[in-house]
């Protein structure tokens, strides 16, 4: 029997349709949780808000305690409550999901292994055995003898820990002893241990709350190391160890009291200073040490000043500064080390209006500058006496960064380069001949991948008030533009921090079923340069979601998808970014992920035993003042939810999260489902073993990654 195209059209669309009243039905039938409300007046500058659920707010005494008092269980019951409605409500995709799991762990090579760093006489990996979700961190000695040394068997010491975070691993001068930090609560506060590399043992000293490193003298045996205030987390002082000693015989050698200022140290490539730091988002001040004498006097660079930043290495008998001092794009100018102040600064790269200068690296006979042009990272190499030029490279949207050049004496360059569309790929560059060697390409296991399959563009927007706004888009060849196309569309927009065109190969399993994949460099990033973040932060906070909302409206009009099919994703900054959006234009989207969102702007950013609250008060404003009061609650996600319809959403949280505190993302949904008026997905997934930066795992992580395609696959309709 014949059957008609017409036929055949009817049937599709009625199987669809059962398929998505069967989803539908998955999610509709479980009941919705609902959070009590006790209503809490918060009230500054003659104005009132009525918070509902502030009563999720937890200290880390109540998180922390055997037992939990009646507001604790109150909080864990909401929570869980939110998890097992997530585990019904998505129950019908498992099947999904262990697909897409098993193909995004399935492209990653399991026994890989790190390209080596040479320091010192020793070569520095970091190897995966197959099985193990954690590294082996290993040196082998660079003439070729010996065998491999396991300086830290991360596998065996994870045993027995949900979360296992590794810090910094220094070695000391002399190569015998390893300083590293150890972090099994997820909150960014670390324990450092010492290990003695010749022996296997540890020592009996143990540095408790402290950022994960430890930076060391000379002698081999003092370290300093900077420690966190117990309440807010912020990096408040360093001190000096003296290893065989207790912690509590330690010298307090700097407390930063200004609590808008965090404090840290390092060691300068050149090994022979150490540099102890405070920085805010507006100003630096570097303080130096000669490693040798770790028991002198420590000397400031350069006082603070509002509005200067600087950072500093060193080479021979100069300090060699990056800095904004009159260049809005930062300089670079070096000075003497026996004369520091500004006063004595002298100008090696000037300050030019249409390049931001965002990095140096030293070498004897070349300086090597990190560059952001027209949106685009590139690497300058400039001789110290000679022609200098760029190296080239070709895809319209990359990522190119100098890596680790612990030796001065070398004309090799090491840096990575990756693009939508290339794998992660380590280079060696000689700055003499510009021959260069590629040295590792990161692995995709899967007979069908390969770069020339996927085609990449670099695109403009011209937003409202007509600023040119880069978007960076891949996707399959093959796949058309058409109002049916699903496309994602990412981006962060604050601090400055700008949104990579990297590759990813969990994505694919997007790519590979259809989807675009877009990355919008909104203002709050700097990838135009410093008054293309300064455009989107403070005052200007609403440009950075305008931005975002004109790239998917620019999107849709220009065929490349529909409202219907568009999804947004943005994670801590970019999940207030998320809220933003969906409270100013709900209907653009049909879903959104937001991970780990900073939503509730104006309590945490009134709240100053918070973490990061007071050191981010010149990124968001201090709303103790009226005017930035004003202005954050106009936007705040939190604040701004209504009676209204809203897209389907996924929200991600940890509850040991210490960037944004849980109770963030559980009140704003809560909110959101006392007050929308759609009956759209809205579900919470909530890791109650991990923080702001998810799993430890290698490969735990993945699991809440397929959970959100497989959200978005599931509104497509697509099973498999």
Same mark, same amino acid.
């Given at each position: 029997m014949k059957t008609s195209i017409y036929s055949l059209l009817a049937l599709l669309f009625i199987v669809t349709s059962c398929k998505t009243e069967k989803k539908e039905a998955a999610y509709k039938s479980v009941e919705i949780p609902v959070a009590k409300k006790i209503a809490t007046e918060l009230r500054i500058h003659n104005d009132i808000r009525i918070d509902d659920y502030f009563w999720m707010r937890l200290s880390d005494a109540q998180k922390n305690a055997d037992t939990s008092d009646a507001q604790t269980q109150d909080v864990l019951d909401y929570?869980? =409550?939110?998890?097992?409605?997530?585990?019904? %409500?998505?129950?019908? =995709?498992?099947?999904? /999901? $262990? @697909?897409? +799991?098993?193909? @995004?762990?399935?492209? @990653?090579?399991?026994?890989?292994q790190s390209v080596p760093v040479s320091n010192r006489g020793y070569s520095y990996y970091t190897r995966y055995v197959e099985g193990d979700d954690y590294p082996l961190y290993c040196r082998k000695k660079v003439d070729g003898t010996g065998n491999e040394e396991i300086m830290l068997n991360v596998p065996e010491l994870a045993k027995g820990h949900a979360y296992y975070g590794v810090g910094s691993r220094t070695i000391s001068p002399n190569n015998t002893l390893m300083a590293f930090g150890i972090d099994t609560l997820s909150r960014r506060k670390y324990d450092v241990y010492f290990k003695d590399l010749d022996t296997g043992e540890l020592l009996e000293d143990v540095l408790t709350n402290t950022t994960g490193s430890a930076v060391w003298a000379n002698d081999n045996k003092t370290v300093f190391y900077s420690t966190k205030d117990p309440v807010t987390l912020r990096a408040n002082k360093i001190f000096k160890h003296v290893l065989g000693t207790k912690q509590a015989k330690d010298v307090l050698v700097f407390e930063e009291k200004d609590e808008t200022y965090s404090t840290g140290v390092y060691k300068s490539k050149s090994e022979a200073y150490l540099m102890l730091y405070s920085s805010q988002t507006l100003s630096t001040e570097h303080q130096y040490l000669d490693a040798n004498t770790p028991n002198g006097e420590w000397k400031v660079i350069q006082p603070r000043k509002r509005n200067l930043e600087y950072s500093v290495g060193h080479f021979g008998d100069y300090f060699y500064i990056r800095t904004n001092l009159d260049a809005k794009n930062f300089k670079i100018v070096k000075t003497p080390i026996t004369a520091t102040a500004k006063e004595n600064w002298e100008d090696i790269i000037p300050h030019r209006a249409d390049v931001l200068v965002t990095g140096i690296d030293i070498f004897n006979d070349y300086l090597v500058l990190e560059e952001r042009i027209n949106g685009l990272s590139t690497i300058r190499i400039k001789p110290w006496s000679g022609v200098e030029h760029y190296i080239a490279f070709n895809d319209p949207a990359y990522v190119a960064l100098p890596? %680790?050049?612990?030796?001065?004496? =070398?004309?090799?360059?090491? +840096?990575? +380069? =990756?693009?939508?569309?290339?794998?992660? $790929?380590?280079?060696? +560059?000689?700055? %003499?001949?510009?021959? /260069?060697?590629?040295?590792?390409?990161?692995a995709v296991l899967d007979p069908n991948f390969s770069p020339a399959n996927y085609s990449s563009e670099r695109l403009t927007v011209t937003a409202r008030d007509g600023a040119k706004v880069p978007l960076s888009i891949v996707y399959k060849k093959g796949t058309k533009k058409s109002d049916t196309t699903p496309l994602l569309l990412y981006s962060y927009g604050s601090y400055g921090s700008n949104s990579e065109p990297f590759f990813s190969s969990d994505r694919l399993s997007l790519l590979d079923r259809g989807f675009i994949y877009a990355v919008a460099h909104i203002r709050g990033g700097q990838e135009m340069g410093r008054d293309w973040y300064e455009d989107g932060k403070l005052l200007n906070k609403k440009n950075t979601f305008t931005d975002f909302i004109d790239c998917g409206e620019y999107l849709v009009k220009e065929g490349y998808t529909s409202s219907d099919h568009l999804y947004a994703l943005g994670g801590s900054a970019g999940g207030l970014l998320m809220g933003a959006v969906v409270n100013m234009k709900p209907e653009l989207w049909n879903g959104v992920i937001a991970a780990v969102p900073f939503v509730d702007v104006v309590s945490t950013m009134l709240d100053e035993t918070i973490p990061l609250t007071t050191f981010e008060f010149d990124e968001w404003g201090n709303p103790k003042e009226k005017e930035y009061y004003d202005y954050m609650k106009s936007y705040s996600p939190y604040d701004n939810v209504v009676a209204k319809d809203y897209p389907n959403i996924m929200i991600t949280t940890g509850y040991w999260d210490s960037q944004v505190q849980y109770w963030e993302p559980a009140k704003w949904i809560a909110k959101l489902r006392a007050l929308k008026t759609d009956d759209h997905l809205l579900v919470m997934d909530c890791n109650m073993e991990t923080g702001h930066g998810g799993a430890s795992g290698r490969f735990e992580r993945y699991k809440r990654t397929a959970l959100n395609y497989a959200f978005m696959l599931d509104l497509e309709n697509i099973s498999e």
């Open positions: 929570l869980e =409550t939110e998890n097992t409605y997530l585990e019904k %409500a998505m129950g019908h =995709t498992k099947g999904l /999901q $262990s @697909i897409l +799991y098993d193909e @995004i762990v399935g492209r @990653i090579k399991k026994d890989d890596t %680790a050049n612990p030796d001065f004496n =070398t004309k090799m360059l090491r +840096y990575v +380069y =990756t693009s939508l569309t290339t794998p992660l $790929s380590t280079f060696n +560059y000689n700055m %003499a001949t510009r021959e /260069q060697s590629l040295l590792k390409q990161e």
